[in-house]
């Protein structure tokens, strides 16, 4: 079984910074994508980055450039999520998302986290 477990979240003040963490455990051979996506009560899930299994290539939503950061430890099957400046609208739970290889030559799976809420008072 493979498991994403994120971390981080809460509650900040507007202007204010948090941090998240997800950790995928479990059968992995190896992890291509990772990143983080997000979903405020009444609307869609949206992303909000991604980064390549290098490491080196990241994509930002146009609402989070210039203030969130994405980065992965590929020792750790870790991706962080760096967010600064934050503002009310950011408020949603956001997940944690990676593609995973379980055995060599097999097929890729996506898997999600549970969810950790950041919530954003202004």
């Known amino acids: 079984q493979v498991q994403l477990v994120e971390s981080g979240g809460g509650l900040v003040q507007a202007g204010g910074s948090l941090s998240l963490s997800c950790a995928a455990s479990?059968?992995?051979?190896?992890?291509?994508?990772m990143g983080w996506y997000r979903q405020a009560p009444g609307k869609q899930r949206e992303l909000v980055a991604t980064?390549?299994?290098?490491?080196?290539?990241?994509t930002y939503a146009d609402s989070v450039k210039g203030r969130f950061t994405i980065s992965r430890d590929n020792v750790k099957n870790t991706v962080y999520l760096q967010m600064n400046s934050l503002k009310p609208e950011d408020t949603a739970v956001y997940y944690c998302?990676?593609?995973?290889?379980?055995?060599?030559?097999?097929?890729?799976?996506?898997?999600w986290g549970q969810g950790t809420q950041v919530t954003v008072s202004s």
């Open positions: 998302h990676a593609v995973i290889t379980k055995r060599n030559y097999g097929p890729s799976f996506s898997y």
């Open positions: 980064i390549a299994s290098g490491g080196g290539t990241a």
């Open positions: 479990g059968s992995i051979f190896s992890v291509s994508a």
